[in-house]
């Protein structure tokens, strides 16, 4: 029987056949189902294990004292995230919603840390944890977990695995995978002709999240982290819907072929800013494939990939602005696409030209797809935020009042008024520090329904690194947010602030 001995043997058989006799829920409190989850070949992290089993396993009331103990003791944030995320990816594997959206939050909580004063650094991280460990046991922790050891098998590029994934055979996909293991840069970019079979926000943001996380984790888990993508894909091929399907599938292709986007070097050309809003405008109003078009004759044309994601990325901060929804906090339009368009720049920049040009034009068409959502139809027809009644109830133009007004907008869930005082403190030329702080201390505070440290890292990055005439529509947006998930308390955030001796 090879290296097992005969009372092993006996051990997983009589454990087996008591647990098929008593029942799962049975077999679990007699600790049945924990012996057969530890006698499948388990995905473990070398040094990195103690830490990752730590924050998988601990129950959840203990959770907040051991992480405080943990950084007393040295343990530091970065540690401490990369230790969730590997857990996160062992226990989810990608096919979680929770789970993927917890995945989601790691790298921008832990971006939010390094702004905050020192005493309140760790809450972000803290918050970020508490959820992730909470939905692990929710899940079923050790006894459900779904990235298992792999060996790579077979041959093939990008093209293989995405053909695999379609045929539902995820087993072999994962097998020619698992052949790029050794090269992170590889695996980003075999990744993506499975990616681009379709748009949608999680799904693009399952490739982008885990890659962003590497330079917290390591390199030497990128294959860890990106074949997560592989299961998300496959769960959604067995339940897709064919309309977020149809069009990547053929019109991508079409327009590679027709504009040579292959066959060239990515151009350089940029625009001034009355050409930047005018794309801007054209990309708002153009059906799906006429985004994608828009966006691959500029390619083709020689304009820079920043240029026209830039475009996109202001053609999507409207969708926030203009929404006639109560709600613009969590799973919307608008947040939706804004993160999403912001993922694909990120892949494009850090993948091959090919995969760079591909993943403009899919920006386009992902942005005016979710745009054109049969229940928010007339998106193009609504005003956008803050509209004429609202801003007239703003009448001071000093920044500190400005700023004590904004905080109490928002804690009044007014979302007028609230994006009315923000873009009037803009107009002031005033620092951006003390309300990007401020929206800050909300997102920590708040549940923000999954996406408030996704979102408030979409909207930072791109105010920074917009133009100033644009900019502060970033922010504007995020005042929104901010007002709509307000009243939303953060699960466990007392408890943080109690054990780092903060005031609440």
């Not at 591909?358 to 992902?366: D, E, P, R, T």
């Amino acid at each position: 029987m090879n290296a097992q001995t005969r009372r092993d043997f006996l051990r997983r058989v009589g454990a087996g056949a008591v647990a098929a006799g008593v029942g799962s829920g049975l077999a679990s409190d007699l600790g049945l189902s924990k012996v057969l989850a530890q006698d499948e070949p388990r995905l473990t992290f070398g040094a990195m294990e103690p830490l990752v089993s730590l924050l998988q396993e601990t129950p959840i009331a203990k959770l907040q004292p051991m992480l405080v103990n943990k950084l007393r003791e040295g343990t530091t944030l970065k540690e401490l995230t990369a230790a969730a995320a590997l857990a996160n990816a062992r226990t989810f594997g990608g096919e979680d919603y929770i789970g993927f959206h917890s995945m989601f939050a790691f790298k921008p909580a832990y971006q939010m840390a390094q702004d905050l004063p020192e005493e309140r650094r760790a809450l972000p991280v803290l918050k970020a944890l508490y959820r992730n460990t909470e939905r692990i046991h929710a899940f079923g922790g050790r006894a459900k977990e779904v990235l298992r050891p792999v060996e790579a098998s077979g041959s093939g590029d990008g093209e293989a695995v995405r053909d695999d994934i379609r045929g539902k055979d995820l087993k072999s996909a994962e097998a020619k995978y698992a052949a790029f293991r050794r090269d992170p840069a590889a695996l980003l970019n075999q990744a993506q002709a499975a990616l681009r079979d379709s748009t949608e926000v999680h799904r693009v943001n399952m490739v982008y999240r885990a890659w962003g996380l590497l330079d917290l984790v390591g390199l030497e888990h990128a294959h860890t982290l990106l074949r997560q993508s592989l299961h998300y894909f496959a769960v959604a091929e067995k339940n897709q819907k064919m309309d977020h399907f149809n069009g990547p599938r053929t019109v991508l292709p079409k327009l590679i072929d027709q504009h040579k986007l292959f066959e060239k070097p990515l151009g350089t050309k940029t625009f001034d800013d009355a050409r930047l809003e005018a794309v801007s405008v054209e990309l708002f109003q153009a059906a799906p494939e006429r985004a994608a078009e828009i966006a691959a004759a500029l390619l083709a044309e020689g304009t820079s990939p920043d240029a026209i994601h830039e475009a996109i990325g202001l053609a999507a901060n409207q969708l926030v602005l203009r929404d006639e929804n109560k709600q613009a906090h969590g799973a919307t339009v608008g947040v939706h696409a804004c993160d999403a368009v912001n993922a694909w720049k990120h892949i494009g920049a850090a993948s091959d030209a090919k995969n760079a040009a591909a993943a403009v034009v899919m920006a386009a068409w992902n942005f005016a797809f979710d745009r054109d959502n049969p229940a928010r139809n007339k998106m193009k027809e609504w005003e956008a935020y803050p509209r004429a009644d609202a801003r007239e109830r703003v009448k001071s133009s000093d920044p500190a009042e400005l700023l004590r007004e904004l905080d109490g907008a928002i804690r009044a869930k007014d979302q007028a008024l609230a994006t009315a005082v923000a873009q009037r403190y803009g107009s002031l030329g005033a620092p951006e520090s003390p309300v990007l702080a401020l929206y800050r201390g909300f997102v920590v505070s708040q549940n923000g329904s999954l996406h408030g440290e996704k979102f408030f890292g979409t909207v930072s990055e791109e105010f920074a690194r917009g133009r100033t005439p644009f900019r502060w529509r970033q922010l504007v947006a995020m005042a929104r947010f901010a007002a709509s998930m307000y009243g939303e308390p953060t699960p466990g955030y007392e408890e943080a602030t109690r054990l780092l001796g903060l005031p609440s």
